[in-house]
């Protein structure tokens, strides 16, 4: 059974940035995609960023892109994603998971198997 932990959210001031790590323990996540999603209150739950099993290749939303940027450390069975030049919309819980079901796209929540409990980000105006 894999766990996903998240961790590093905070309130920020607009412009500012963080660092969100995300910890696996159970099996290895090396040979996996890996993804960050978030869900603002109200709103449903939208892709961030997602990276391949090697950190090859990663996709971001429109959103966030050139802002955000996701890395891997497989010899830490963890993931992490740096914020940067955070607005007040980028408020929202921030999850990550792991990608289990590749005939559906990255971007779908449909596509990922485990879920960490989420951290929340909170950007003032």
């Known amino acids: 059974q894999v766990q996903l932990v998240e961790s590093g959210g905070g309130l920020v001031q607009a412009g500012g940035s963080l660092r969100l790590s995300c910890a696996a323990s159970?099996?290895?996540?090396?040979?996996?995609?890996m993804g960050w999603f978030r869900q603002a209150p109200g709103k449903e739950r939208e892709f961030v960023a997602a990276?391949?099993?090697?950190?090859?290749?990663?996709y971001y939303s429109d959103s966030v892109l050139g802002r955000f940027a996701i890395d891997r450390d497989n010899a830490k069975n963890a993931v992490y994603l740096q914020m940067d030049s955070l607005k007040p919309e980028d408020t929202a819980v921030y999850y990550c998971?792991?990608?289990?079901?590749?005939?559906?796209?990255?971007?779908?929540?449909?596509?990922?198997?485990?879920w960490g409990q989420g951290t929340q980000v909170t950007v003032s105006s």
């Open positions: 998971a792991r990608g289990g079901y590749y005939s559906v796209p990255y971007y779908r929540d449909q596509a990922y198997d485990y």
């Open positions: 990276i391949t099993w090697n950190g090859a290749g990663s």
């Open positions: 159970g099996p290895p996540i090396s040979t996996y995609l």
